[in-house]
Every structure is written in C-alpha cells, then in structure tokens.
Nanobody, 115 residues
Framework: QVQLVESGGGLVQAGGSLRLSCAAS????????LGWYRQVPGKARELVAR???????NYTDSVKGRFTISRDNSKNTVYLQMNSLKPEDTGVYFC?????????WGQGTQFTVSS
C-alpha cells in the first residue's frame, strides 16, 4: 500500500508564502504524474498543479505564476511552493500519485490564508 503524507499546512497572511510537502512511501522516480489538488467545503476536489515524469507541468489558471510544483526523487517527495497567497487559495490540499494501474491520495493538509 502506497502512503502519501502531506505536511506544511497552517495559517498564513495574504501575500505570504508557504511550501507544502508530500512524502511518498515508494519511489516516485518513474511515477507518471504527481499532483496537488485542493478542496473547499461544498465543492469538488480540483487540480491545482501536476507534474509529469518527463517534467511537464500544468497549473490551474488561478495559481499560474504563483505556485510551483517540483519533485525530489532522492527523497521521494513532491513539493508545492506557493507565493503571493490569496484568501481564495484556502483549502485542504491533497497530494496525488497517478501511475499505471494505481492512483493514491494523501490525507490532506489544511491551510488558511487570512486577509
């Protein structure tokens, strides 16, 4: 069973920065896609950022230019660097591992951006 453990959530002021981390219990070197998703009450979970094995990234429009997804294969960890945070970035952020015949989620980490 693959485990994904997110960390780095908390409370931050608008305009601030935060980095989320997601540590995997398996090697992420050949994983097809690693992603971060966000969920807020009453809404469906939505993609925030995704990173492919080849290094291709895609971001939801609202975070382009502010968020950066990256990976450290030596640590089996994927990161989400978030800058210029806005209150609408608030939510529970989930890490996702999407690969051939397997898809796993972390338990989520909450952070709140105060105005």
């Amino acid at each position: 069973q693959v485990q994904l453990v997110e960390s780095g959530g908390g409370l931050v002021q608008a305009g601030g920065s935060l980095r989320l981390s997601c540590a995997a219990s398996v090697s992420i070197f050949n994983v097809a896609f690693l992603g971060w998703y966000r969920q807020v009450p009453g809404k469906a979970r939505e993609l925030v950022a995704r990173l492919s094995k080849s290094g291709f990234t895609n971001y939801t429009d609202s975070v382009k230019g502010r968020f950066t997804i990256s990976r450290d294969n030596s640590k089996n960890t994927v990161y989400l660097q978030m800058n210029s945070l806005k209150p609408e970035d608030t939510g529970v952020y989930f890490c996702n591992l999407d690969d051939v015949n397997r898809n796993y989620w972390g338990q989520g980490t909450q952070f709140t951006v105060s105005s």
